[in-house]
């Protein structure tokens, strides 16, 4: 099953699509990676999801990422003698280290590194920003505050700290003991959450060790402020634009994620754009015309991925809402003004040889209208630097490893096919013209063009380019195309 567009979909799970027959029919409505937010998901469950999802990856033949999502560090206030009460503007509120049950006049904060952050002058935003106070004084352990809008506070709303950065990495004891299991149950993709510096994600990395790709969220200044520290250090990028809307103006979200989007493209990292996407399919079955723009202006700026959250993850119409985003980015590829968008975003390429090649083969595909892109790949770096060049010919990633390929499913315009290593330069090229023509990329008489290293099956050393032609056994079937058997996963060294 080919997809007839490039930006990839990604799906939140849960109790609207959790199910086996739901999943599937996800994956059918468009959906190529799935999400497990580890916010609402226990052990078990994660475990049960992951097995329904490898369940339905066998039954379509096709590779589907996983993406693990941590929940990171929830700050909340502490509860209320009468559960909620009313602040007024100008009032002095104080957040302290007393767990007594707070009243009008102050609340226990159980976080004292906060306590210990916050300098005069800094904001504090309660609720999703819907209270905003700003702190007159702080001694370590009590934040006296003045209530600068909103009115009403209760028990446990979370607190935002845009103008303050916490000396706390991005794992939790519940993060470390989540990322342990959905190591062991072998997901493609590690989300951080509240990522505030490059350090934040050493300890993920130094823990995942290979077995499964990073992905930063940008949700805070702080991260902002550290973007191309935060990006290099990444195996891909999330505009988290939830989070990333209470702790940073409104109005500003929108050129931060433009910026995000190309400044993870020009180092060839795939980047996701989340949050509220098809907002109002939760509830009904048609989106907004405000959030089809939205969708579009993710594909037109060249998002790897768009994505659902609750959506599909507890909206009453989860398929539709899949098959809604897949229709939005189909006609979005389509539109005359679309690759020369994407043409003007391209950034010049690394100056290595691989990468070189990468931008000749794009260069070569496009000026003699070839059928594809075909890249062998062991690590994946060849099928991203393929992708980071945004070719307008589909990009066919070979690769004998299936978590390789299940990885790079979330790559922009990438077409992932699990096949045995070729064993010579001849059985490359007739491999790649017979997945090529099987795969309905091409037909007898087309030409495609393949990038690999060689020697073969050394990962990262791109360094060949070669155009073929489909010839006319393209009907023969290699009987081990498409296998998902398992094997040892690489290290994945990114470009740039």
């Known amino acids: 099953m080919r997809r007839s567009r490039k930006v ?34 226990d052990h078990e469950l994660m475990r049960d999801l992951v097995r329904r999802i490898r369940s339905v990856e066998e039954q379509v033949g096709r590779p589907i990422g996983i993406l693990a999502d941590l929940q990171g560090p929830k700050l909340r206030v502490g509860k209320f003698a009468r559960g909620r ?25 159980p976080h004292p590194e906060i306590l210990r952050s916050v300098k005069p002058g800094d904001r504090l935003l309660i609720d999703d920003g819907k209270l905003e106070l700003k702190a007159v004084s702080a001694d370590g352990r009590s934040i006296v505050t003045t209530v600068v ?9 979370g607190v935002s700290l845009p103008d303050t950065e916490l000396p706390v990495g991005a794992l939790t ?18 989300a951080v959450s509240f990522v505030q510096r490059p350090d934040d994600l050493a300890e993920v ?40 809307g209470v702790e940073m103006p409104l109005e500003a979200v929108p050129g931060i994620q433009k910026q995000i989007t190309r400044l ?32 579009s202006i993710a594909v037109f700026e060249g998002a790897d991925a768009v994505m659902l959250s609750a959506e599909s993850a507890a909206g009453k119409y989860p398929v539709e809402a899949v098959a809604t985003m897949n229709r939005i980015a189909e006609k979005v590829e389509t539109d005359p003004l679309y690759a020369g968008i994407i043409n003007a975003q391209r950034s010049q390429p690394q100056a290595t040889g691989a990468d ?3 931008l000749a083969a794009r260069e070569i595909a496009e000026t003699l209208g070839l059928s594809a892109i075909v890249t062998y790949t062991a690590s994946g770096t060849t099928g991203l630097r393929a992708a980071r060049e945004r070719p307008q010919v589909p990009i066919i990633a070979l690769s004998p490893i299936l978590a390789t390929a299940r990885r790079l499913s979330l790559l922009w315009g990438t077409h992932c096919v699990v096949s045995p290593d070729a064993t010579d330069l001849d059985d490359m090229v007739d491999r790649a013209c017979r997945i090529a023509s099987e795969e309905k990329f091409g037909a007898k ?17 791109t360094n060949m380019l070669r155009i073929a032609y489909i010839g006319s056994d393209e009907n023969s079937v290699d009987p081990d195309r498409g296998r998902l058997t398992r094997a040892p996963i690489p290290p994945l060294a990114l470009p740039g």
């Not at 009032?91 to 904060?109: E, I, M, S, W, Y």
């Not at 754009?273 to 399919?281: F, K, P």
Request: aromatic share 2%.
């Open 264 to 295: 993870a493209r020009r180092a060839g990292k795939p980047v996701v754009v989340a949050t509220q996407m098809l907002e109002s399919m939760i509830t009904a079955p048609v989106p907004t015309r405000a959030e089809v723009s939205d969708v």
């Open 149 to 157: 809008s909103g009115t009403v506070i209760s028990d446990k709303k």
């Open 445 to 461: 008489g087309d030409r495609i063009i393949i990038t690999a290293g060689v020697p073969l099956r050394t990962p990262g050393s």
């Open 356 to 358: 070189a090649i990468s």
């Open 85 to 109: 009460e009313e602040l007024v503007v100008g009032q002095t509120f104080t957040l302290d280290d007393d767990p007594a049950p707070g009243d009008a006049g102050r609340v226990h904060l």
């Open 173 to 190: 004891e519940k993060d470390r003991s989540d990322l342990d299991a959905v190591l062991g149950a072998n997901v493609d993709w590690i």
């Open 205 to 244: 990395r130094k823990i995942a060790r290979g077995r499964a790709l990073v992905m930063s969220k940008i949700e805070k200044p702080q991260a902002v402020a550290l973007l191309p520290e935060i990006i290099e250090m990444s195996d891909a990028i999330m505009v988290a634009r939830g989070d990333l």
């Open 8 to 41: 990839k979909i990604l799906a939140t799970i849960g109790p609207a699509s959790s199910e086996e027959a739901m999943l599937k029919k996800l994956f059918e409505a468009g959906a190529d990676v799935f999400r497990i937010n580890m916010s609402h998901t």
